[in-house]
């Protein structure tokens, strides 16, 4: 751990595992939420240039079934002389692109000065690799209730990178995205090394959602949809990816821009491996999706709904198997006083008791008589094979 002692807690307390017994699932805006089953895609221009590309290149992600809109207004460039950014006339440029598809707008803010103005305009604030460890700027975004997608520093650990995490969720906002996009190594046939193991490192760590951006890691638009496939494969929550409807006059990036009909082609191939890993992709615009009817409406209430029942089951489960281990805590009191440690009159009162507390809910007795009965079938397993385990 770069030199720390490793015995000691990691000083990321609040982006860390600590107390949580599930990732983070959080909403971005217009109906979408990350972190969940669903699969996340963001996908634009990496800058805005003018309304016709970025009105233009809107329709098409949206078309395809991306999630949120992407675009800079504000570009940090390695010189000076690069096109910088529209600036706030940019920002105007992606709220009528939002209005237009309804799309949820995430682009990035460089200073502590510039929040204000981004906020006004977007669903998600992003900082780029260049500001990962700008600590006042990380502490300024610590005030606001957007959602923050956090991009990885060029040479960041993981551990440093949960630390630049941890410095906006100590100012007290919650809605932290950490978005892998390449770290700088020797190795110079990609514009940066893709470093997807690091999305296993951070969700052994951390409760917060990882997406990948294989647009920056690699510069080369032909290698993006084999990376963005090997992201979802390794467990990540979303992807952000770089479309532009010419990427051949892209003022910025366009050697590694998708065009429309290649994005629209990786959607469909990520909408179909979506299941093999436990997730689904169905954007605004995809097959069975929400066919370019309004972000705010009854689809994206059912979304909201099913992110809840996944909460929900993972909370349903850590009570369960903490249900467990005190039957087994039972059994073990029991067997040092030579009870039995099946108790039928016992295991009635408890089915009995849940019945009647259902009355008038959803799930009427027969219903919690079955769920209950199973569960304390399988205490009663646990216990007895703690009970052979004691005498091996």
Same mark, same amino acid.
């Given at each position: 751990?770069?030199?720390e002692?490793?015995?000691q807690?990691p000083p990321?307390?609040?982006a ?10 959080f ?6 939420s ?8 963001m996908?634009? =221009?990496?800058?805005v240039e003018a309304d ?8 098409e992600?949206?078309?395809a079934?991306?999630h949120?809109l992407?675009?800079?207004a ?6 000076p ?14 709220a009528r692109?939002?209005?237009l ?5 995430v #682009?990035e803010?460089?200073d502590?000065?510039e929040?204000?103005?981004?906020e006004?305009?977007?669903d998600v604030?992003?900082?780029g690799?260049r ?8 502490k ?10 956090l ?5 960041? #650990?993981?551990?440093?990178f ?9 100012g ?12 700088? #190594?020797?190795?110079?046939s ?5 470093d997807?193991?690091?999305?296993l ?21 032909s290698?993006v =949809?084999p990376?963005?496939?090997a992201?979802l494969a ?8 770089e479309?532009?409807c010419?990427p ?16 629209k082609s ?8 979506a ?14 999706g929400r ?7 009854? #689809?994206e209430e059912?979304?909201d709904?099913?992110?809840?029942i996944?909460e ?12 467990a281990?005190?039957?087994l805590e039972i ?13 039928p009159a016992?295991e009635?009162?408890?089915l009995d008791?849940l ?5 008038g ?5 027969r219903?919690?008589r079955?769920?209950?009965s199973?569960i304390v079938?399988?205490c009663?397993?646990a216990?007895?094979g703690s009970e052979e385990?004691?005498?091996t």
């Open positions: 751990m770069s030199g002692n490793q015995s807690a990321y307390k609040l860390g595992l600590d107390g949580r017994s599930r990732p983070s699932v909403d971005l805006g217009r109906g979408v990350l972190g969940g089953r669903e699969f996340i895609v996908a634009g =221009p990496c800058s016709p590309q970025m009105l233009g290149t809107a329709r992600v949206k078309a079934g991306a949120l992407r675009g800079g504000f570009k940090p460039r390695s010189s002389y690069s096109f910088q950014g529209l600036a706030e006339e940019g920002l105007k440029m992606l692109a939002r209005d598809t309804g799309l949820a707008v #682009t803010v460089m502590s000065a929040v204000d103005l981004v006004a305009y977007a604030l992003q900082v690799s500001n990962s460890q700008n600590f006042s700027l990380l300024r975004l610590g005030q606001t209730r957007k959602p923050v997608l991009k990885r520093g060029l040479m960041n #650990t993981v551990e440093e949960l630390g630049s995490a941890e410095y906006i969720l100590a007290g906002n919650e809605k932290v995205i950490l978005c892998e996009r390449g770290i700088r #190594t020797f190795e110079p990609t514009r940066n090394t893709l997807l193991s690091a999305v490192a951070v969700k052994e760590r951390s409760h917060l959602p990882v997406i990948v951006d294989p647009s920056h890691a690699s510069g080369r638009a290698f =949809p990376l963005a496939k992201a390794v467990g990540a929550d979303g992807l952000m990816i479309v532009h010419r051949e006059a892209a003022l910025c990036d366009g050697d590694e821009s998708l065009d429309p009909a290649e994005f990786l959607m469909a191939e990520l909408a179909a491996l299941p093999r890993f436990g997730r689904s992709l169905a954007g605004p615009g995809a097959p069975g066919g370019g009817e309004p972000v705010a409406g009854k #689809t059912l979304n709904l099913r992110a809840r996944d929900l089951d993972d909370e349903i489960l850590e009570l369960v198997q903490k249900r281990d005190a039957a059994g073990r009191v029991k067997k040092s006083r030579a009870l039995a440690v099946v108790d016992r009635k009162a408890v008791r019945a009647l507390k259902s009355r809910r959803a799930l009427k007795g219903a919690i079955e769920i209950y199973a079938r399988a009663r397993a216990q007895a385990e004691g005498r």
